[in-house]
């Protein structure tokens, strides 16, 4: 199992490698730098500027300081953010958005298994038609679409909730982003659980169980552990893409968290705070797969021998 | 076609089977008037997209004919004003309209013009005028106009918007879903032929691209390089196209060990050639449905990027970048959202639903 794990993150190596390439050259490669302003800088103050944040050294030598640099954890200062570092931007940004995910993900977990569960029990049936139906247009709801729509009812028709902006985190700034995250996710989970469920019943194990006279619920207890190896496979992507925040989300609801961070780090050229940003998401991709591979690893006995 | 005992193929039988489930049936029927209505609707409502009316603008959805009573005297009082005149009586008798017209000094009839160019008015008519040509009296036809989704901020047919918008985003959906399944279908055909190291190699390869941020490279792609159709068909089609390499891959790990395989080998059959003309046509089935269901994930990557400003740019416009363009207005004119939504959410619900229903055909155990 340690040596599964080891391993694992010896092969993450190369892949955080290409994510931090990848993006710095994109970014070097790209128009546009981080002190172009509407009024151009006097040159003096550029050439300044540059040589201050190591922007006049030759590409290579830059990306051996910033690699440098990351091994002591080190994710630089922020370009347009000034005197923060962007672990500073990153340490204030990422609660937010992982707060509003890990509850949006816990959200569209029980709702989307239980209802794909319902789902597969009833299969062919009436109620199983609504909530496939109901599955496929909570896919197709884009979230900004649902997001303006729940703000208009809720907070400028019914005035129940606020509009936007974070406050600290307070309950009722959670609940319409929250939602807007988890309903697409409450459809594609609840599918996935219905068609691998669905799949685990029609086997002979499960029949077996039925013509013993074991009681449905125990029989369905032991049809979901088999069931939701797909559902946690799928899970960790999620996750680390619910984790590491919504940009749409975060625009419309007007929360500072990371995707916020992003974007307008890469409409302001600010290196360092792209790079940060896109490391983290992959760094949580990567740590999220492997965390599901083990989850798959104690579901199913089998996989532990390939593993 | 399925008369007595005459055997079939399995895409026959797939397609038949497909033909007797009635919601995908309903949603393929969805999605061609969907499609037809964007093809040929522009030119069937009357109203150029761009064809701005500045007097009728954010009008809600409905199926009053424009300008009614209500826009009719406001939008009168600024051509008045464009033709130097004062409107002094304004008398509406069913589709026609009695003007007079009065001005300081004499009146250039030629400014009349501005009447048939708003596109609200036909030819006018004079009726009366006073020897100065101070005060002049006319009759012009009030044109009917239909509006039945609304205009947008700028006055703007907004059904005519989104159905030029839907040939965009449709077209997008297609293109760069094809991209993916051209890059996939071949990777993961070649992968699973030749197998071995260079399988590992190039599955690795794919597991490596998985755990890449790729919409925030796309976004990144987007901001620094002029967003373009082309580059964003590119984007999509190069982030879209891993599972459909590990779908095909699988089909043809199952596929090289069968007989017909075999034989073509036997015959002398070169790599290639098994490739195209053995394996991929076999994996038809999986690879329908994924593609079908890659569309809807397509178009609403399309319209996610085009709602941040960073996909489809003006003057072309996509149901992503109208849908924005509600959002913004959503407090003075919800029907701004409520037109482009329903055009999206109704085709990717009616993919959903066609790639649901091809999946149960295509699993040869629904028979």
């Known amino acids: 199992m340690i040596r599964f794990i080891l391993r694992r993150l010896a092969q993450s190596v190369p892949t955080l490698f290409a994510v931090v390439a990848v993006s710095f050259f994109l970014m070097r490669l790209a128009p546009g730098g981080p002190f172009d302003l509407e009024r151009p800088l006097a040159p003096a103050a550029m050439d300044n500027l540059r040589r201050v944040y190591g922007l006049d050294r030759r590409l290579n030598v830059q990306f051996g300081g910033y690699l440098a640099a990351l091994a002591r954890g080190d994710l630089g200062p922020s370009f347009s953010f000034r005197d923060q570092s962007v672990r500073d931007l990153i340490a204030r940004g990422l609660p937010i958005s992982a707060t509003l995910g890990a509850l949006a993900l816990s959200l569209a977990t029980c709702l989307g298994i239980g209802l794909g569960t319902v789902a597969a029990l009833r299969r062919g049936g009436a109620l199983d038609r609504l909530l496939g139906l109901g599955a496929a247009l909570s896919l197709s709801l884009p979230s900004f679409v649902v997001a303006p729509l729940l703000q208009i009812v809720f907070g400028l028709t019914l005035r129940w909730l606020p509009l936007s902006g974070w406050e600290g985190g307070a309950p009722s700034h959670l609940i319409l982003p929250v939602v807007t995250l988890a309903l697409p996710q409450v459809g594609a989970l609840a599918r996935l659980t219905r068609a691998s469920l669905g799949e685990v019943l029609r086997t002979q194990p499960v029949r077996t169980m039925r013509s013993l006279g074991l009681p449905p619920v125990r029989i369905t207890r032991h049809a979901l552990r088999g069931a939701l190896l797909p559902v946690v496979a799928y899970l960790a992507p999620l996750a680390a893409a619910l984790l590491t925040g919504s940009v749409v989300v975060e625009t419309i609801f007007g929360l500072p968290g990371i995707g916020r961070y992003f974007v307008e780090g890469a409409l302001n050229r600010d290196y360092t705070l792209v790079m940060g940003t896109v490391l983290v998401v992959a760094v949580l991709v990567i740590a999220l797969n492997l965390i599901a591979d083990l989850a798959c690893a104690w579901l199913d006995p089998r996989l532990r021998r390939l593993a | ?367």
């Open chain 2, 1 to 367: 076609m399925s008369t007595g005992g005459i055997t079939t193929g399995p895409a026959a039988r797939t397609l038949l089977r497909l033909g007797r489930e009635r919601v995908a049936m309903a949603a393929l029927a969805v999605l061609v008037l969907i499609a037809l209505a964007c093809l040929f609707g522009p030119a069937l409502t009357g109203h150029d997209p761009v064809r701005a009316y500045p007097d009728l603008r954010q009008l809600p959805a409905g199926l009053r004919a424009q300008p009614d009573s209500e826009h009719l005297r406001p939008a009168l009082e600024r051509l008045a004003f464009r033709m130097r005149a004062r409107l002094d009586d304004v008398a509406r008798d069913g589709d026609t309209v009695r003007l007079t017209l009065g001005s300081e000094a004499a009146f250039d009839r030629r400014s009349l013009v501005y009447l048939p160019r708003s596109d609200m008015f036909g030819e006018p008519r004079v009726v009366d005028g006073s020897p100065d040509g101070t005060r002049l009296v006319v009759q012009v036809p009030v044109r009917r106009l239909y509006f039945p989704l609304g205009t947008d901020v700028h006055g703007r047919d907004l059904l005519t918007r989104c159905l030029v918008a839907g040939r965009v985003s449709l077209l997008i959906g297609l293109t760069a879903t094809l991209v993916a399944l051209l890059i996939g279908v071949g990777y993961g055909a070649t992968a699973g032929f030749v197998g071995g190291a260079v399988d590992a190699v190039m599955m690795r390869l794919v597991d490596v691209l998985y755990a890449l941020p790729f919409v925030f490279f796309v976004i990144l792609l987007l901001v620094f390089f002029r967003a373009s159709l082309t580059l964003m068909l590119v984007a999509i089609g190069a982030v879209e196209w891993l599972d459909m390499a590990r779908i095909v891959r699988a089909q043809t790990l199952s596929l090289r060990e069968r007989d017909f395989v075999r034989a073509a080998r036997a015959l002398g059959l070169g790599t290639p050639r098994i490739i195209l003309r053995h394996i991929v046509p076999n994996t038809f089935g999986p690879v329908a449905v994924a593609a079908t269901l890659l569309v809807p994930q397509v178009i609403l990557l399309e319209s996610f990027l085009s709602f941040l400003g960073l996909g489809v740019q003006e003057p072309q416009t996509s149901w992503g970048v109208l849908i924005a363009e509600g959002a913004r207005a959503i407090e003075s004119a919800p029907h701004m959202l409520a037109g482009p939504a329903a055009f999206l959410i109704a085709t990717l619900v009616a993919l959903t639903l066609l790639g649901d229903g091809l999946a149960d055909a295509v699993d040869p155990r629904s028979d």
